[in-house]
């Protein structure tokens, strides 16, 4: 069993940056892949940033290229997400999430299906 704790959000006017960090506990095992979604009032849950624990390589929505960074902590298996220059339309609950023991496909994506742990997601509010 994986935990994930996510901390950071709050509430910042628009242009300002913010840092979300998610903690992971429950297993010496590491996830392949582990990321950050956001949800909004009446839509699907999407996909922001996600990044290979193992390599690095990292994986950016069109909406928050140039100005989010994902960032690995290993061993602890940690993940953050620097934004800058935040927009009002970033406003949502962001989520850390971690891949399955077999849900690597190849690429750590935003299907959702892959990501089996979640934590319990931290508001970030972005005001004019």
């Known amino acids: 069993q994986v935990q994930l704790v996510e901390s950071g959000g709050g509430s910042v006017q628009a242009g300002g940056p913010l840092r979300l960090s998610c903690a992971r506990s429950?297993?010496?095992?590491?996830?392949?892949?582990m990321g950050w979604f956001r949800q909004v009032p009446g839509k699907e849950r999407e996909g922001v940033a996600t990044?290979?624990?193992?390599?690095?390589?990292?994986n950016y929505a069109d909406s928050v290229k140039g100005r989010f960074t994902i960032s690995r902590e290993n061993p602890k298996s940690a993940v953050y997400l620097q934004m800058n220059g935040l927009k009002p339309e970033d406003t949502a609950i962001y989520y850390c999430?971690?891949?399955?023991?077999?849900?690597?496909?190849?690429?750590?994506?935003?299907?959702?299906?892959?990501?089996?742990?979640w934590g319990q997601g931290t508001q970030v509010t972005v005001s004019s």
């Open positions: 990044i290979n624990m193992y390599d690095g390589s990292t």
């Open positions: 999430a971690a891949s399955g023991p077999r849900s690597y496909d190849g690429s750590c994506g935003f299907n959702l299906i892959g990501y089996v742990y």
């Open positions: 429950g297993s010496i095992y590491s996830n392949v892949c």
